[in-house]
């Protein structure tokens, strides 16, 4: 049979295709993840199977630690979910690499995440409720609206009679005062002086208590009302911060002034810091072995239904 110059073009083009595929990887896009066979094409499906099924382990993983590490209302600190994914890649590998020879990091992808919010927080409780320049009279936020949704919550520690105070200012001049202090035979007293002078005084049994300041409640129990009649927005200072020890968050609205010079960028660094929490958490994972690699995204929507 004689063939066509149409025919010997698509033999040769045919070949040329064959040949390429021999040299060159493989690529399969498969469930948004993207495949690469390292080796000459041969019987892959296995292989990329292998690497689905991980990825799935590592998909509900992710979620498990996002839905572990929200805080009441479901946001997660970007810091805090950075050094645990740090954490869990590398135990993960450790375990692929027990049954084969492979590569495997998960990170997180932070500019295609959801910064929803910020939030001013001191997780040591057993440091002072200093400013970054360790001043015990400091300005925590300015013209910021504090309520239910928006709480400013802290466990504390004092260890002097001398009460450490949190002022709130309004925005026509008034100011309402919550005075913390060691009290006697093992105790901590807790004093709100409101703008027109009236006060509520509570004694709570034990070293430290804990205090939802705009919530307005005592160990869980309701018991004083925070600023009333005092216009918003508020600006929130300390006194005598150094007379008590204590861990807290204020979660900061748009309106919010930080002044940063009080707070440090990333707990790593040093406490106060200001941390940025995720309601949407987009995370990298990478696989690589002998035979395939493989890109994936994962995406988690962690906000909650509070705000």
Known sequence: MILKLDDRGQLMLVGAVVMAASLLALVVVL???????????????GDINEVERQLEV???DIDRLTDRLGQRDRYV???????????????KAEQIVDRRS???????????????REVLRQSNPSRAVLSR??????????????????????????????????????ED???????????????????VTYDNGTTVSESVSGSAT?????????????RFAFAPRLDAPYDLRVKNGHRSDGAYHILIDEASDIDTGNFHTDPSDGQPYVSRELSTAVVDVEYVSDKVSAESQITVQIEGDSE
């Not at 600190?77 to 135990?91: C, F, G, M, P």
């Not at 300015?142 to 004092?158: C, G, M, Q």
Request: net charge negative; aromatic share 6%; glycine share 6%.
């Open 173 to 191: 001049g008034g100011d309402w005062r919550l005075n913390v202090s060691r009290g006697p035979s093992n105790t901590v007293s807790v004093n």
């Open 102 to 116: 492979a590569y495997l990091d998960v990170t997180l992808n932070e500019s295609a995440s959801d910064l929803k």
């Open 31 to 45: 469930n948004s993840t993207i495949y690469t066979q390292n080796t000459n094409p041969g019987n892959s499906l």
């Open 210 to 222: 804990r205090v939802n300041v705009t919530g307005g409640a005592i160990n869980g129990t309701q």
């Open 77 to 91: 600190d970007i810091h805090v979910l950075n050094a645990t994914l740090t954490v869990y890649s590398d135990r």
């Open 58 to 60: 590592i998909r509900t």
């Open 133 to 170: 320049s360790n001043q015990s009279d400091w300005t925590l936020v300015e013209n910021a609206t504090f309520n239910e949704s928006t709480p400013f919550e802290l466990v504390i520690e004092p260890r002097s009679p001398t009460p450490t105070t949190f002022i709130a200012e309004g």
